[in-house]
């Protein structure tokens, strides 16, 4: 039977051993081999194994590199939202789970200039250029009300609020480049 080598990170080895430590000393017996794999990705903070090894495969269909971050990043997800977007990075539909809009939207709030002030009119105008369901309404109304963009109150003026990504909507960023330039490529 062969086997797939799957890559193990750990970014505090005190941390794994801790969790070692607490999961073996609240066993009566010695755990098998399957129970094992689960304590270790517990340990650097997945579920379980089957859990851990979905992602590693995610990651890797998305050819995307693993995150070296301290934040994790979701590939699963990452693929899942990648469905919503055409070749070109277009988003053509709006995702169904929550957790999957926030990166769409940190998508677009990308897309948007940086520290530059927009009529209500242009805001609308890039929004549209940038998704295929045709409502710029919502897109502009969930960047406002989740701060990523602010208006005044009478609503004239938007403003990108500057922030740092998390770091599922950069995985998506680069997953949606590498996809667009493939398109491109002849």
Known sequence: M????????????????????????ERNTTPGHVELLNMLARAIGHRNFQQLRAQITASERLNNPRS?????????????????YDAQGCLQRWPAKRSERLVALWVLWSRLPAKEELSEAQVNARLQAMHGFGDHALLRRE????????????????????????ADAVAMLQHLKQRSDAARAP
């Open 2 to 25: 062969s086997r797939t080598a799957l890559p193990f990170h750990a970014s505090d080895i005190s941390a794994v051993a801790r969790s070692l430590r607490t999961q073996l000393a």
């Open 68 to 84: 070296t971050d301290t934040e994790p990043v979701d590939f699963r997800k990452i693929e899942r939202l990648a469905r919503c």
């Open 143 to 166: 960047l406002c009300d989740l701060g990523m963009m602010e208006r005044t109150r009478d609503g004239r003026i938007y403003r990108r609020l500057e922030q740092p990504m998390p």
